[in-house]
Nanobody, 121 residues
Framework: QVQLVESGGGLVQAGGSLRLSCAAS????????MGWFRQAPGNEREFVAG???????SVDDSVKGRFAISRDNVENTVFLQMNSLKPEDTAVYYCAARSDDYVRSREYEYYGQGTQVTVSS
């Protein structure tokens, strides 16, 4: 079955960096669009960044210039490099996958369990 396992979250000071990883299995990774979402307490889950199988990238305006998504189709892993972190980036971050190339969809087909990112001021 589909499995998405995130890692790399933690506590970091404002201005710092973290790199999230998501190991995928159970589907043809190289044919899927992969994305990252986040959900802060009291908020809805929101799109952060996505990358199609063909390499097209979409990044939400709130993180543009600070976050970057990448993928390794050999290791079946997707990454989210987060720089210049702000306290408002604090959230649970979820890896997600969908089988078409609608990268900015508000809903993907599969989600991981999430990893907590906390940014202190």
């Amino acid at each position: 079955q589909v499995q998405l396992v995130e890692s790399g979250g933690g506590l970091v000071q404002a201005g710092g960096s973290l790199r999230l990883s998501c190991a995928a299995s159970g589907f043809t990774f190289s044919s899927y669009t992969m994305g990252w979402f986040r959900q802060a307490p009291g908020n809805e889950r929101e799109f952060v960044a996505g990358m199609t199988w063909g390499g097209y990238v979409s990044v939400d305006d709130s993180v543009k210039g600070r976050f970057a998504i990448s993928r390794d189709n050999v290791e079946n892993t997707v990454f989210l490099q987060m720089n210049s972190l702000k306290p408002e980036d604090t959230a649970v971050y979820y890896c997600a996958a969908r089988s078409d190339d609608y990268v900015r969809s508000r809903e993907y087909e599969y989600y991981g369990q999430g990893t907590q990112v906390t940014v202190s001021s």
